[in-house]
């Protein structure tokens, strides 16, 4: 009440400060006015938010869309300040306006604000103000209006009387039948949700029917409503039993599989697994094995990469009584014909997911039938697919062992690790740690070491910088010993190189060396080559002499700080150029700290 108190005479002060700002040009001025709506509530008290504020938001709604949008965000949670639950229903009229403005993200809000309030409803609330408010919308002239009532059924339907909820199931079904798209689509969209609470009985007779015209809708370029009935087909079928999934359910599915809009195809495709899981092994081995052979071989190559995704997961599902020989007889030669697909998405969709497959077949299985499939795709044109089996060869070598691929694997990475692309070449170097623990040192040394040290020079600089974290997980990987004899060598031979750019990195390969290779070989190894640099005729070169100072300090021996270091830092410290003496002065301050 404070706001108020210091108003002196006018009472009404917060409201006319509030009706100058939401009348100001300025937008942003407005919507930082509708943002402290909070504080002029509290400052109002409960009484004149509900008689005075509320009132006047909901005859102001003619605003940009960005301060309404606010506005039905601030709303949402105002209960408390107009009182508490038993006087919710007091935001109701603002945000029923705000559902029926044509921005949809205003809409949308409001109908999430809606949602928020209709919980802190008793239920006699709830049928007094709430529902009428649905019943509203859902007959509203304007289209919006009965799409944002599409979204509000589910959240009141549970706790209201019967007689009431047979109205609202009514109003529902008129609107799965509306004459506009648009509402078609928001109710296909909403159904799954209002399944979920109506009773079985109901679900039957009821909401099965609006399903099923949804997922049957033939209007011109309806479709949409079409492909957001199959989500609505999988909350329905979880809540059934086989024997009326079959019956109620199945039909409909397996028209929406082969529709003519490839669009409802990718839908089914991308649902595949959600609907497996709803509808049960039974109907999975009798109607959806036949569905997913259709879709890996559909015309469209956006839904045969959609459906490639799902072959791990879908097998992995498969009842296990008849997983193996569903697979072999039923999956795998569709899978073998999408390895030599024309388009390479659903190459690469595959390629992220086959591996899956050797760990669910076995040892057996995977050599005779899985690895000529690995070796085809290791020697594809296309580098995403490459990368996607190099990604996933951990299952692979928990069947059979890293051998069986590692001499085709050796080509396939060389020609990712040369790429033009560059990102192709960054990808590669993200997966060498992993590769190496596969591989074990012996085979990386002799093969992928030189591969490594070649990234450190690449003319990309966010290729080296990711070459010399790769350095540093392979010495996690294969210890400080290793590191010592087969790394080090190499990158402080870098120092003396023509470039400076490639001088840099073997700073910058110092500095991630050190923290994993400890202070004797920090000190007796790293540690002379960036002293050496510090007269370097580079200024760049120099300044990064002193940020590795810095940075390898803490890993330095004591005995090596006042002798050889500090002699280094002053005297960069009086360099002519000013970075060099900057950075040399804060590596000095981070050294004394050491003590």
Same mark, same amino acid.
């Given at each position: ?14 409201? /006319? ?25 509290? %400052? ?104 944002? %009532? ?57 909401? =099965? @029917?609006? $399903? ?7 209007? %011109? ?29 199945? +039909?409909?599915?397996?028209?929406? /599989? ?28 009798? #109607? ?16 045969? /990469?959609? !459906? ?5 997961? $879908? ?11 569903? =697979? ?30 050797? @760990? ?11 690895? @000529? ?45 040369? #790429? ?5 070449? $960054? ?17 990386? #040394? ?42 080090? +060598? ?17 700073? $910058? ?11 004797? =070989? ?44 500090? @002699? =280094?830092? #002053? ?15 804060? !590596? ?8």
């Amino acid at each position: 009440m404070a706001a108020s108190d210091s108003a002196g005479d006018d009472s009404l002060y917060p409201i /006319a400060v509030l009706i100058d700002e939401l009348k100001n040009e300025d937008v942003q001025l407005r919507l930082n006015s509708i943002k402290k709506l909070s504080t002029i509530a509290i %400052a109002l008290g409960v009484e004149r938010t509900r008689s005075e504020l509320i009132p006047f938001l909901t005859e102001t709604i003619y605003d940009e869309d960005e301060v309404l949008l606010a506005l039905a965000e601030q709303l949402g949670g105002f209960t408390n300040l107009v009182g508490g639950p038993d006087y919710a229903h007091c935001l109701l009229p603002p945000l029923e306006s705000l559902a029926t403005i044509e921005e949809t993200v205003v809409r949308d809000k409001a109908v999430e604000s809606l949602r928020n309030v209709a919980q802190q409803h008793s239920p006699s609330d709830l049928e007094t103000h709430f529902v009428p408010l649905v019943q509203r919308l859902a007959a509203g002239d304007w289209f919006t209006s009965r799409t944002s %009532a599409c979204g509000l059924f589910a959240v009141c339907y549970p706790r209201v009387s019967a007689a009431v909820k047979a109205d609202l199931r009514l109003h529902f079904r008129a609107l799965c039948q509306d004459d506009t798209p648009m509402v078609r689509r928001a109710a296909a969209s909403k159904l799954g949700e209002l399944a979920k609470v109506v009773e079985v009985e109901y679900l039957k007779t009821d909401v =099965i @029917p609006m $399903f099923v015209n949804l997922a049957q809708d033939d209007q %011109a370029s309806s479709d949409s409503v079409r492909l957001l009935a199959v989500d609505a087909c999988v909350s329905i079928a979880t809540l059934l039993e086989q024997e009326d999934v079959e019956q109620l359910v199945m +039909p409909t599915l397996r028209q929406c /599989a082969t529709d003519q809009s490839w669009r409802v195809r990718y839908v089914v495709a991308d649902k595949f697994t959600d609907l497996q899981r709803a509808v049960g092994p039974e109907i999975t081995r009798t #109607d959806l094995v036949p569905a997913f052979q259709k879709l890996l071989k559909d015309t469209e190559a956006e839904v045969r /990469a959609a !459906a490639a995704h799902k072959v791990k997961d $879908f097998c992995q599902n498969l009842d296990k009584a008849h997983q193996e020989n569903i =697979i072999m007889t039923s999956v795998l030669p569709y899978v073998k014909d999408l390895v030599a697909d024309p388009n390479q998405h659903v190459k690469s969709a595959l390629a992220s997911v086959i591996m899956g497959l050797s @760990p669910i077949l076995g040892r057996h299985n995977t050599i005779e039938h899985l690895l @000529p499939l690995f070796l085809s795709q290791l020697k594809d044109e296309c580098p995403e697919v490459r990368l996607n089996i190099i990604s996933n060869l951990d299952c692979v070598n928990e069947v059979i062992g890293i051998q069986q691929l590692s001499q085709s694997l050796l080509p396939a990475i060389v020609e990712l690790a040369e #790429d033009s692309k560059w990102r192709v070449r $960054f990808a590669i170097i993200e997966y060498m740690p992993l590769l190496a623990g596969q591989l074990g040192q012996e085979f990386f #040394d002799e093969k992928l070491n030189a591969l490594c040290m070649t990234w450190l020079v690449d003319h990309v600089f966010a290729i080296r910088e990711a070459a010399t974290l790769n350095l540093k997980k392979l010495v996690e990987q294969f210890g400080a010993e290793w590191a010592e004899n087969t790394v080090i +060598p190499k990158v402080l031979a870098m120092s003396r190189d023509q470039n400076y750019l490639h001088r840099m990195t073997c700073l $910058f390969c110092i500095n991630v060396l050190a923290e994993v290779c400890g202070s004797d =070989i920090t000190t007796r190894l790293l540690l002379p080559t960036v002293l050496s640099m510090a007269n370097d005729g580079v200024a760049n070169v120099r300044f990064n002499v002193a940020k590795t100072l810095q940075k390898i300090g803490p890993q330095l021996d004591h005995g090596v700080i006042q002798p050889q270091v500090k @002699p =280094i830092l #002053d005297k960069l410290n009086i360099d002519t150029d000013v970075d060099v003496k900057y950075f040399a002065s804060e !590596a000095m301050a981070s050294i004394a700290a050491l003590g």
